[in-house]
């Protein structure tokens, strides 16, 4: 009985001691997203062709979205939405800015995306570029992205991409301060964006 209560007691100290790392890992891994600038170093291109950094989320708060121009649905919806919300928060476009990083850099083109996103909105930069520096880009992001054949037995075919749905956002610092969750109420992500303009 003496044996089977201490190998008790061992395992709750076990647990105890597993339960107070996570609460330390995670604790401190919010912290680094709190205190330093959300995702990782890039050089990729601009909807222009033009070369674009991370430093082009510094200065302004910004809005950041991953999709595909391919995308049946949520892309262009989310796109619709993210227009019309920067056109009732920052009317002046001096406020808020927000951009649109391909998951599938081997079809859209810098080209392809200026043509798809500019479609919708005039308020929204694309990013693309060498597939391999995107997807340190994605990863760095922490974005979830995956090509998805439209026919199993044809694995090398056509393909949709399945990915991380939510607008990412940013304080001029680069920080991470929030989401908007694709489906959200609109109301409520006009008050994120907001709140993430006033600073």
């Known amino acids: 009985m003496k044996t089977v209560r201490i190998i008790l007691w061992a395992g709750v100290l076990a647990m105890a001691g597993l339960l ?30 033009q070369p674009i950094t991370e430093q082009a989320f510094r200065g302004k708060p910004t809005a950041l979205f991953f999709g595909f121009t391919h995308c049946p649905e949520v892309c262009p919806t989310t796109l619709f939405e993210l227009d019309s919300w920067l056109k009732q928060v920052d009317p002046d476009k001096t406020g808020l800015q927000a951009y649109f990083i391909t998951v599938d850099p081997e079809r859209d083109t810098p080209e392809l995306l200026g043509t798809y996103i500019s479609n919708v909105t005039d308020r929204v930069t694309g990013i693309g570029g060498d597939p391999a520096k995107v997807a340190e880009v994605v990863k760095g992001f922490r974005v979830y992205a995956k090509k998805i054949p439209l026919d199993e037995k044809q694995p090398d075919g056509d393909y949709t991409m399945d990915h991380t749905a939510s607008v990412f956002l940013l304080d001029a610092d680069g920080r991470f301060k929030g989401t908007i969750a694709y489906g959200e109420n609109p109301e409520t992500a006009i008050k994120k964006l907001e709140n993430l303009k006033k600073g």
């Not at 891994?29 to 909807?47: C, R, T």
């Open 20 to 49: 107070a790392w996570l609460t330390f890992s995670v604790t401190r891994s919010s912290e680094q997203i709190a205190e330093g600038p959300f995702g990782v170093p890039f050089q990729l291109v601009d909807q222009r062709g």
